[in-house]
């Protein structure tokens, strides 16, 4: 079965604080993606990468980065956390135009 | 916790009843469509997905259509368990993007 796996399910972190979020696909697909999901706003795209080492800025980029070093591994980073960026984080993977497949999600909270 | 929902239009069914949820996409230029169902507290899970090239698909107990004219979709749901209770969301992919553009959601309450 399909896998797209978040590494934390709750993560609490303090301001300033640098902060890894990870994803692990076991499909081989070429695109994976990284959204935060906010009540009332839907998923915002804050980045994607299409290939390996490859990225590309979402609507939200602003306060994050990522790194793809491996196929199957994407990772969001935030450089400085800050209260705004408090929210649930999904990661997705696809091939092509394809169906999204979603990891489970890591709701992190920022004090 | 639930971060997803809270301002959120409900519908409201009995079980054993249809369920039609609507969705209102943006480009009319996207040309494959997706329905997700997300839970509380866990990612979104692909439900049905339909291609422009369709007006109708149809998967188990779900079926989804495809207006083109007034850039609408809606999944129905056959008869609603509660299971089936979960926040639902609509997504469009425009040709020649990665992107993928999101509805806000319905959350579908199935009452006993």
């Known amino acids: 079965d399909v896998k797209v796996t978040q590494s934390s399910r709750y993560l609490v972190k303090r301001t300033g604080e640098k902060v890894f979020l990870e994803c692990v696909q076991d499909?081989?697909?070429?695109?994976m993606f990284w959204y935060r999901q906010d009540p009332g706003l839907g998923l915002r795209l804050i980045y994607f990468s299409y290939d390996v080492k490859m990225k590309e800025k979402g609507d939200i980029p602003e306060g994050y980065s990522v790194s793809r070093e491996k196929k199957e591994r994407f990772s969001l980073i935030l450089e400085s956390a800050s209260t705004n960026q408090t929210s649930m984080y999904l990661c997705?993977?696809?091939?092509?135009?394809?169906?999204?497949?979603f990891g489970s999600g890591t709701q992190l909270s920022v004090l | 916790g639930e971060s997803v929902g809270l301002h959120l239009p409900t519908l409201s069914v009995q079980e054993g009843d249809n369920s039609i949820i609507n969705c209102a996409y943006s480009?009319?230029?996207?040309?494959?469509f997706i329905w997700y169902k997300q839970e509380s507290g866990k990612g979104p899970q692909f439900i049905i997905d339909?291609?422009?090239?369709?007006d109708k698909r149809q998967g188990q107990r779900v079926t989804v259509l495809l207006n083109k004219t007034v850039k609408h979709l809606s999944l129905q749901i056959a008869a609603t368990q509660p299971g089936d209770s979960a926040v639902y969301f609509c997504a469009e992919n425009p040709p020649g993007t990665y992107k993928y553009i999101f509805g806000t959601g319905t959350r579908l309450k199935v009452l006993a």
């Open positions: 480009n009319s230029a996207s040309d494959y």
């Open positions: 499909m081989d697909h070429e695109n």
């Open positions: 339909i291609r422009s090239n369709m």
């Open positions: 997705a993977s696809t091939t092509g135009s394809e169906k999204l497949f």
